[in-house]
Every structure is written in C-alpha cells, then in structure tokens.
C-alpha cells in the first residue's frame, strides 16, 4: 500500500569528487570549475537509461545531504544562519539553500562533459558542488527556456562571490604537480572562493582541507590565498 506521509527512495547512483570533507566545497555550483563523476548503481547502469542525454550540456541533479549531522536529522528548526550573511542572522530554511533542512535533500545544476558506458555508466560532471559519495536520487536535463528566468530576484545573494588572488609557496606548488596534475587547479578553483566561516578573519591563521587526498594548508590575508603546504593523506595519491 502506498503511504501518502511518508516516501522511500533509492539512489541512482553515487558522486565522485575531490571534495572529501563539507569545509570549502563551494557553497553553489557552477562556482567553482572542478570535474567529478556521477556513478550510477548496478541496478541502473543501463546505457538505455542515459540514451539521448548527450544532447544536453547542463544536467539537474537531485541528491542527499548525506553528511549532515545525524543527531539533527529530524530536527525541525524553521530558521538557518545562511554564511553569505556572515553566520550571524537567522534566516527562514526555506528561503536559504542550507544542508539542514527538513529533508535533507539538495538541487544543483551541473555541466555534462561527456557520458562513459564502457563499463556500467558514468558521467562526467563539472561545476558541481557535492562531497565525494554523494548519493543521487536523480537527473533531469536543464532546459534554458523553462529553467533560466530572466530578471528572477535572488534576494540576499544577488550576485557570485568575489573571488580571491591564490598564490603558492614554491615548495607547495612543487609537492602539488607531484602528486597530480590536476591538483593545482582544483586548489585554485577552490580556495579562490574563501571557504572560511564569515567570522573568522585571522590572516595568521593556518586552514587545512582535504581535496582530492591531499591535506591542503592555507591562509588568507588582504592580498589573497596563499597556498603554504600540500601533503598526501596517507598512501592515497593525490
């Protein structure tokens, strides 16, 4: 029997990105110019699934907050503290794009590069704003004529973040291009976007963030990200 108050889903599949902790993935996609992939489970991975979705450069995708804190799962908390206003001012949940919501399930457009069927189906994704083992409920293809509103109101973030210069310790820089050559881009991307909480503003403070397993050490102070350490987490490469 079918009960109208409560719903079950079951994953399509799965993100595969470099995001590897909730500190300093993008707080919106299409920010951040990074590259992931979207694995769809056994049950779905059928090439007659994905068929004609090729035709389409951006993609919706529907997924889990999966991360958040499960001690607030179920927690009914009508206001949020959005960071685009610095932390300190509550806000309705539903007129913010928090990860602590009534259901914990996000929205997020993303660029299709290509779809890969070789073995099962994956697609590669760029622009996405979504923690490695992301579980997806769902894709839909964007359409610009129904989806892009011209003159739409965004309220109290009316417009993209500024972004900062990003520089490298030379002995940074040297241990990134080891490790990967995407690595640098991926920090740049990343970083230029300052992920630390709004309060926070101590430029002789050392950050560090996992990103496609590395530790990444960083600081920010008026001139920008200086990027002071990289190191591989453990035996994983980068």
């Not at 997020?108 to 590069?113: A, D, P, R």
């Not at 129904?146 to 030379?170: K, T």
């Not at 101590?202 to 001139?223: K, Q, T």
């Not at 200086?226 to 980068?238: N, Q, R």
């Given at each position: 029997?079918?009960?109208?108050?409560?719903?079950?889903?079951?994953?399509?599949?799965?993100?595969?990105?470099?995001?590897?902790?909730?500190?300093?993935?993008?707080?919106?996609?299409?920010?951040?110019?990074?590259?992931?992939?979207?694995?769809?489970?056994?049950?779905?991975?059928?090439?007659?699934?994905?068929?004609?979705?090729?035709?389409?450069?951006?993609?919706?995708?529907?997924?889990?907050?999966?991360?958040?804190?499960?001690?607030?799962?179920?927690?009914?908390?009508?206001?949020?503290?959005?960071?685009?206003?610095?932390?300190?001012?509550?806000?309705?949940?539903?007129?913010?794009?928090?990860?602590?919501?009534?259901n914990p399930i996000g929205?997020?457009?993303?660029?299709?590069?290509?779809?890969?069927?070789?073995e099962g189906v994956k697609?590669?994704?760029?622009?996405?704003?979504?923690?490695?083992?992301?579980?997806?409920?769902?894709?839909?293809?964007?359409?610009?004529?129904?989806?892009?509103?011209?003159?739409?109101?965004?309220?109290?973030?009316?417009?993209?973040?500024?972004?900062?210069?990003?520089?490298?310790?030379?002995?940074?820089?040297?241990?990134?291009?080891?490790?990967?050559?995407?690595?640098?881009?991926?920090?740049?991307?990343?970083?230029?976007?300052?992920?630390?909480?709004?309060?926070?503003?101590?430029?002789?403070?050392?950050?560090?963030?996992?990103?496609?397993?590395?530790?990444?050490?960083?600081?920010?102070?008026?001139?920008?990200?200086?990027?002071?350490?990289?190191?591989?987490?453990?035996?994983?490469?980068?």
């Open positions: 029997m079918l009960d109208r108050d409560h719903h079950t889903f079951t994953p399509i599949g799965v993100v595969r990105s470099p995001y590897q902790e909730k500190f300093a993935i993008p707080r919106q996609p299409g920010l951040a110019m990074v590259d992931a992939t979207i694995e769809l489970t056994p049950l779905y991975a059928d090439p007659a699934a994905v068929e004609g979705l090729e035709q389409f450069s951006h993609l919706w995708v529907i997924f889990v907050f999966h991360a958040v804190d499960a001690q607030r799962l179920g927690e009914w908390r009508p206001q949020v503290r959005p960071p685009r206003l610095g932390g300190n001012e509550k806000l309705g949940v539903f007129a913010t794009r928090s990860t602590h919501r009534p929205l997020s457009v993303v660029e299709l590069l290509r779809i890969d069927t070789n697609l590669h994704i760029r622009g996405a704003d979504l923690l490695d083992g992301t579980p997806v409920l769902d894709i839909k293809p964007y359409l610009p004529y129904a989806d892009a509103i011209e003159n739409a109101r965004a309220g109290f973030a009316p417009s993209a973040p500024a972004r900062l210069q990003v520089r490298w310790c030379s002995e940074a820089l040297a241990a990134a291009r080891t490790y990967s050559a995407t690595l640098q881009q991926v920090v740049e991307e990343v970083l230029s976007f300052d992920p630390r909480p709004a309060y926070q503003d101590d430029p002789a403070r050392i950050y560090g963030v996992l990103l496609a397993g590395c530790n990444v050490r960083f600081r920010i102070d008026e001139s920008g990200a200086e990027i002071v350490d990289v190191t591989s987490v453990g035996d994983a490469a980068c």
